[in-house]
């Protein structure tokens, strides 16, 4: 096993571990809005790519439902198959699952006949990061060749705070974030 490998194992578990010891009345209160500063990088009539969100990472319902009712546009990563260039796609109704199919990866996707859309900003899952934004994702590279193929896309992660780490592993297609959302606080350079 490598080293970044190993290290997504253990940050798998403390991350399992963080989600379980929360009270759901405490997880309801986490990540409901983003900071201003994040808002303000996707002004009204913006597209904004965030994840469906699985059981232990952070959240992303709540800020979905907040850019759709302040005028922004949503879209979600899609697979037309495994191993197909990741896109992303309109979804239209942030309070239900509805027009959502399960894609080649097992996460909730829109259909394939959803057109395609290019997000302003993007909030990316992560495993592990750094306070200056490095992150180590889960190892496909999906969203470190989407970035790489839309430079001028404002990326931002979003994790726990147990999810910080001083160093990673890096190489040079690793994509850095411009910064990383996390309950407590803001890292990187907004």
Not at 15 to 43: N, S
Request: aromatic residues 8%; hydrophobic residues 45%; charged residues 25%.
């Amino acid at each position: 096993m490598d080293e970044k490998q190993q290290l997504r194992a253990v940050l798998r578990q403390a991350r399992r571990d963080t989600v379980a010891k929360l009270p759901k009345t405490t997880r309801a209160l986490v990540f409901m809005r983003p900071p201003g500063v994040v808002a303000a990088l996707a002004g009204e009539g913006a597209v904004v790519g965030l994840y469906h969100a699985t059981a232990d990472e952070a959240p992303t319902r709540a800020y979905a439902k907040w850019f759709a009712e302040n005028g922004r546009r949503i879209a979600l990563p899609w697979f037309a198959e495994k191993g197909a260039a990741m896109q992303f796609r309109e979804w239209c109704d942030p309070y239900a699952d509805d027009g959502l199919e399960t894609g080649p990866y097992r996460s909730l996707q829109p259909a394939g006949d959803v057109p395609e859309s290019i997000p302003d900003l993007v909030l990316v899952p992560l495993v592990g990061f750094t306070a200056d934004a490095q992150r180590l994702g889960q190892g496909g590279g999906h969203y470190d060749r989407w970035l790489a193929a839309h430079p001028t896309v404002a990326a931002l992660g979003m994790a726990w705070d147990c999810q910080l780490v001083d160093s990673l592993p890096t190489e040079v297609h690793d994509i850095a974030l411009r910064a990383v959302i996390t309950p407590t606080r803001l890292y990187g350079d907004l």
